[in-house]
C-alpha cells in the first residue's frame, strides 16, 4: 500500500460524509462537491492500486528473461490505461446523474 493508495480512501471517506451533510441541509453545491471528492478518491486509490500492481509484476520478474519482463510491463501499462478510462467514464456518468438530478430538481421548483 502507498501514500495514493491511503490519501484516496481519505478523499472517499471524506466526501461521502461531505455529500451526505450537503444532502441533509439541502446544499446541493456542497453535496455535489462531495461526490467530485469522492470520485477524486477512487481515482487516487485506483492509481496507488496500479502503480503497486506495476511494481509487484516488476519486481517479480526480474530475474526472467528480458522479453518476459517487458511484456509485463506493457501489460501493467494497458491496465494502467483502462483504469483510468473506467475511472474517467465513471466520473462522467456522475456528473451526468448529479446534472439530470439538479434539472428535474429547477423544473420542479421554477414553476
Known amino acids: 500500500m502507498n501514500k495514493d493508495t491511503v490519501q484516496g480512501t481519505?478523499?472517499?471517506?471524506?466526501?461521502?460524509?461531505?455529500?451526505?451533510?450537503?444532502?441533509?441541509?439541502?446544499?446541493?453545491?456542497?453535496?455535489?462537491?462531495?461526490a467530485a471528492e469522492q470520485v477524486k478518491g477512487v481515482a487516487r486509490e485506483t492509481w496507488g492500486n496500479t502503480k503497486d500492481a506495476a511494481n509487484d509484476v516488476a519486481d517479480s520478474k526480474r530475474s526472467d528473461a528480458e522479453l518476459e519482463t517487458d511484456q509485463r510491463k506493457h501489460e501493467a501499462s494497458n491496465t494502467a490505461h483502462d483504469v483510468r478510462e473506467k475511472i474517467t467514464s465513471i466520473a462522467q456518468n456522475v456528473k451526468d446523474s448529479i446534472s439530470e438530478k439538479l434539472d428535474e430538481f429547477k423544473n420542479k421548483h421554477s414553476s
Open 10 to 34: 481519505l478523499e472517499q471517506a471524506a466526501g461521502k460524509v461531505k455529500q451526505a451533510f450537503g444532502e441533509a441541509t439541502g446544499n446541493q453545491s456542497v453535496a455535489n462537491s462531495g
